[in-house]
Nanobody, 127 residues
Framework: QVQLVESGGGLVQAGGSLRLSCAAS????????MGWFRQAPGKGREFVAA????????YYADSVKGRFTIARDNAKNTVYLQMNSLKPEDTAVYYC????????????????????WGQGTQVTVSS
């Protein structure tokens, strides 16, 4: 398994931006599908975005499409989530997750298909 550490969360006003980072340990980062999920209080873990092992393909939840961008730098073992035009309903703990190379072409929106998780970073958007 790969170890994941998220950073970059915080408090921002509605309409603002944040960039989350997720640093991974291990030499095989480039073989993983990477995903971002979020969990608001009292709710289940929700898919946000996924990126294929090469970075050539990305997929987004409808709720964030056009506002969030997922990217990865395999040389730095890091995946990013750029969040623009933030809304109060984006408030949640954000988690990055790693899945197998095939996860992206399968059930990439399901938390069950990801094997490794970070500890999460809080994002709070005030109105």
């Amino acid at each position: 398994q790969v170890q994941l550490v998220e950073s970059g969360g915080g408090l921002v006003q509605a309409g603002g931006s944040l960039r989350l980072s997720c640093a991974a340990s291990g030499r095989t980062f480039s073989s993983y599908t990477m995903g971002w999920f979020r969990q608001a209080p009292g709710k289940g873990r929700e898919f946000v975005a996924a990126i294929s092992w090469s970075g050539g393909s990305t997929y987004y939840a409808d709720s964030v499409k056009g506002r969030f961008t997922i990217a990865r730098d395999n040389a730095k073992n890091t995946v990013y989530l750029q969040m623009n035009s933030l809304k109060p309903e984006d408030t949640a703990v954000y988690y990055c997750a790693a899945g197998s190379r095939s996860t992206y072409y399968g059930r990439r929106i399901s938390p069950l298909d990801y094997d490794s998780w970070g500890q999460g970073t809080q994002v709070t958007v005030s109105s």
